[in-house]
């Protein structure tokens, strides 16, 4: 038989199979898409965690607070640094300032952790005394202990809070004391003097001096006294009049000269919690000043500092080493993550997005404003979902150059996960924003992995999470220490973030940088911006964009008097005075304000 003299139409065996008709082609191409796209459905869901039950995973956050917190409180109670491997505490000087308990007690009181906070509130009433020979950093204090114990008070009505806020304020004033008014990075809690950074040629940083506002202006809120009011505004207004129009500022401010150091300009480190401050002062208060310098801020931070990355697209913030007039580098920190959520709730006010756009005010630019805080929120979230544990490092690199396979990639002194917060608190705000559960879902996943990779659990079962060395490798190499944020924060965040009572609404409260959160409030007859703005806004506003857009805020007035200047100075030697005098109103003010909510 000769094989070779067969007919074109009947083609070998093999033939068949190396030329197959194009009705097979297809038919092969249609079952690989359907072959993987069963592969992706298994690797998705197997890979991802993933949940629809919200209340369940509430109490897995609540859960993991509170086995961590046992265990910080069985090896390290009281102590400012916690390290679980070592089994042991320690402070970071003589005596104790309360860095973890203060920093966490309203996220055990949202969580309703009752045993724990009572607890909690019986260390704060005996061991903690901010009167001894210490020097603190100003800005460390005032966000995590200042803003704690304000919280705590609000959430309990209970005077004890206030009254150790106003001891620790009054101690923290010393470091105001420059010739300009701008904050020294450290005080002496004892003596109160001022301390000037010892590096970085005496400067403090921007977000430093910056982002104490809300804190002491809450605090003038709940005393009635104006002092701590003026303050923190005169820095404001020195900033205000020295920040370009373009609203970036370099990261670096010398108090005795109130002149910027430096060009750098980035959302990062050192840099970040000043663009907070300008809206979240607003919100506080709702004076327009704030507004405007926020929005000329998010202009230049449009302009000269967002970029996309390839090969997906995906917006970022970089930083300006050089200034505007350098290149824009592709470097973001972590910490740049807390933007989005903050430009989605600046573009709404603290409304729901559909509450906001049914406003005369909605208009273009807000929608704008809103999609690039999704945007920005989604590209955090990557630095999440495209590593190896599915956690994010320090700092990435993002790529634009269209050669790499990979939106960004991690230089090896970055690898580091401190358990951040900045991620999840803009998942946090977008969810509230929207009720879109893809937010939530994202939540989840880095919650999981949070668990799965940070968790250490010691010879006798005591569960800690803490910090990792090296996000990259698995399993990644842990570190023996937990961040006070952690608690404060990041836990905070997810909690809040699966909670469907809508604890804590945005439209009537404001979270500091430290997520403790305050009431918005008027100012009433006591308080007003005290300057205008020396280079005035030069984009109209629309006429009914005020804060009366943000539904209810709560009408409490101060009613405790201020007092003269001549009292002011014997505050300062005697912070008891204040308390003394203000307790019995501020309580009635609070229940007032309690009442309303
Ligand atoms: C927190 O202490 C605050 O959020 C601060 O503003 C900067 N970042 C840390 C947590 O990452």
Redesign the pocket.
Same mark, same amino acid.
């Given at each position: 038989m000769n094989f070779f003299n067969k007919s074109p139409e009947l083609p070998l065996y093999k033939d068949k199979h190396l030329t197959p008709k194009k009705s097979s082609k297809i038919k092969m191409l249609f079952q690989g898409f359907i072959a993987s796209l069963i592969l992706y459905y298994i690797y998705y869901h197997f890979s991802t965690p993933a949940t629809s039950n919200w209340e369940q995973a509430k109490d897995e956050v609540r859960t993991a607070f509170l086995e961590s917190w046992h265990t910080y409180e069985k090896f390290g109670w009281g102590t400012d640094v916690f390290h679980p491997k070592k089994e042991q505490g320690e402070n970071m000087g003589p005596q104790p300032l309360g860095w973890m308990i203060v920093d966490s007690i309203d996220t055990l009181m949202i969580m309703k952790c009752d045993e724990e906070v009572e607890r909690a509130k019986e260390w704060i009433q005996k061991d903690l005394d901010y009167s001894f020979d210490y020097n603190v950093n100003v800005f460390?204090t005032t966000?995590?202990m200042l803003g704690g114990l304000l919280s705590a008070f609000h959430l309990s009505n209970e005077d004890m809070y206030l009254d150790k806020a106003v001891d620790l304020a009054n101690a923290l004033l010393g470091g105001f004391d420059s010739e300009t008014g701008l904050p020294y990075s450290s005080v002496n809690l004892k003596t109160g003097t001022g301390i000037p950074n010892h590096v970085d040629n005496g400067a403090s940083s921007t977000?430093e001096i910056a982002?104490l506002q809300l804190e002491f202006k809450y605090l003038s809120f709940l005393t009635g006294e104006t002092m701590y009011w003026e303050k923190v505004e005169r820095i404001m207004k020195h900033l205000e009049s020295i920040t370009p129009r373009n609203g970036l500022v370099p990261i670096y401010i010398k108090p005795d000269t109130g002149k910027y150091q430096g060009n750098l300009i980035r959302l990062g480190?050192r840099g970040?919690?000043y663009y907070?401050y300008l809206l979240k002062q607003y919100l506080q208060t709702g004076e327009f000043v704030y507004y405007d310098m926020y929005k000329e801020s998010l202009d230049g931070v449009k302009k000269y500092m967002t970029k996309y990355s390839k090969p997906s697209d995906l917006l970022f913030v970089g930083e300006l080493e050089q200034g505007l007039s350098g290149p824009l580098s592709n470097k973001m920190d972590?910490?740049v993550c807390?933007y989005g959520g903050l430009v989605s709730l600046g573009a709404t006010g603290g409304l729901t997005l559909k509450e906001a756009k049914a406003l005369p005010s909605w208009n273009e630019e807000k929608q704008n404003d809103f999609d690039y805080g999704e945007k920005l929120t989604y590209s955090c979230y990557k630095m999440y979902k495209d590593t190896p544990t599915g956690l994010s490092p320090e700092i990435v690199v993002w790529n634009t150059d269209g050669t790499k396979a990979k939106d960004f990639h991690i230089k090896p002194l970055d690898k580091h996960n401190?358990q951040?917060? /900045?991620t999840v608190?803009s998942l946090f705000y977008l969810y509230r924003l929207t009720g879109d559960e893809k937010w939530r879902q994202y939540g989840y996943e880095i919650f999981k992995n949070f668990i799965k990779y940070s968790k250490y659990v010691n010879s006798q079962g005591d569960v800690s999470y803490v910090s990792l060395d090296d996000m990259v490798s698995i399993p990644p190499k842990q570190r023996d220490n937990v961040?006070?944020?952690w608690w404060?924060?990041t836990l905070k965040y997810l909690y809040l973030l699966f909670d469907d009572d809508n604890t804590i609404p945005l439209d009537k409260y404001v979270f500091n940088? /430290?997520?403790h959160p305050f009431p918005r409030f008027e100012m009433g007859d006591l308080f007003k911006t005290g300057f205008v703005r020396t280079k005035p806004y030069l984009k109209p506003r629309p006429a009914d964009d005020k804060p009366k857009d943000i539904k209810q805020i709560p009408k409490a007035q101060p009613v405790n008097k201020p007092v003269d200047e001549e009292a002011k100075e014997e505050i300062k030697k005697d912070p008891s005075i204040v308390k003394e005098e203000n307790k019995e109103e501020t309580k009635q003010k609070l229940n007032d304000i309690l009442k309303d909510q």
């Open positions: 460390e966000i995590r977000a982002t480190s970040d919690s907070e972590h910490l807390f401190l951040r917060p /900045e608190e961040e006070s944020f404060a924060e940088t /430290e997520a």
